[in-house]
């Protein structure tokens, strides 16, 4: 028993710890980590597929609370600009979880863009560790990180908007 609660514990610290410096990062403007991942339907989908578009990323875990609980503030954002046929967007599991679980994930935030499983080498490729859940970045037209969150989606989802909004504008002069 003593194991179970320290083990819940343990992932709850990880699923909510912030490091947050207001979304700066030396990583802006760097050539965004390659990944290719199924998704939950099936579908092997690579971060190059969209090479000219504005890429919106959520990092969650399936089984994270505090994940579920901002699924549907990245939901938001995806609405804000899901009718841009420049804009994607893509959840990364990092927790490694079942098909089922994320199906499960996705039902109750109402995301309705792609969830890709067995994500959490991305997790550490963009961020250097693998405890760093609920996290929002944004890939550039070109394929470059122009936004790299450093706290929870709902902390800075106004930057995100902003961000994807000038990414979209500079496609479009």
Same mark, same amino acid.
């Given at each position: /028993?003593?194991?179970?609660?320290?083990?819940?514990?343990?992932?709850?610290?990880?699923?909510?710890?912030?490091? %947050?410096?207001?979304?700066?990062?030396? +990583?802006?403007?760097?050539?965004?980590?390659?990944? /290719?991942? =199924?998704?939950?339907?099936?579908?092997?989908? &690579?971060?190059? $597929?969209?090479?000219?578009?504005?890429?919106? @990323?959520?990092?969650?875990? +399936?089984?994270?609370?505090?994940?579920?609980?901002?699924?549907?503030?990245?939901?938001?954002? #995806?609405?804000?600009?899901? *009718?841009?046929?420049?804009? !994607? &967007?893509?959840?990364?599991?990092?927790?490694? =979880?079942?098909?089922?679980? #994320?199906?499960?994930?996705?039902? +109750?935030?109402?995301?309705?863009? *792609?969830?890709?499983?067995? &994500?959490?080498? *991305?997790? !550490?490729?963009?961020?250097? #560790?693998?405890? &760093?859940? $609920?996290?929002?970045?944004?890939?550039?037209?070109?394929?470059?990180?122009?936004?790299?969150? *450093?706290?929870?989606?709902?902390? %800075?989802?106004?930057?995100?908007?902003? !961000? @994807?909004?000038?990414?979209?504008?500079?496609?479009?002069?």
């Amino acid at each position: /028993m003593k194991a179970f609660i320290y083990i819940t514990f343990i992932l709850f610290l990880g699923c909510s710890a912030s490091t %947050d410096s207001g979304g700066f990062d030396e +990583a802006i403007g760097t050539v965004a980590p390659e990944f /290719m991942y =199924t998704s939950t339907d099936g579908q092997e989908i &690579a971060l190059s $597929d969209f090479r000219g578009k504005v890429v919106y @990323i959520f990092f969650y875990g +399936a089984g994270c609370p505090h994940c579920r609980s901002n699924g549907s503030v990245t939901e938001n954002i #995806n609405q804000r600009f899901t *009718s841009n046929s420049d804009f !994607v &967007a893509l959840g990364l599991d990092t927790w490694n =979880t079942s098909v089922s679980q #994320n199906i499960s994930f996705q039902n +109750a935030t109402g995301i309705t863009y *792609s969830l890709l499983l067995n &994500a959490r080498q *991305s997790l !550490v490729d963009y961020y250097g #560790n693998a405890g &760093a859940y $609920d996290r929002s970045v944004v890939v550039d037209p070109t394929g470059r990180i122009a936004y790299k969150g *450093s706290g929870f989606v709902n902390t %800075d989802s106004e930057k995100v908007i902003s !961000v @994807i909004q000038e990414q979209l504008n500079s496609l479009n002069q």
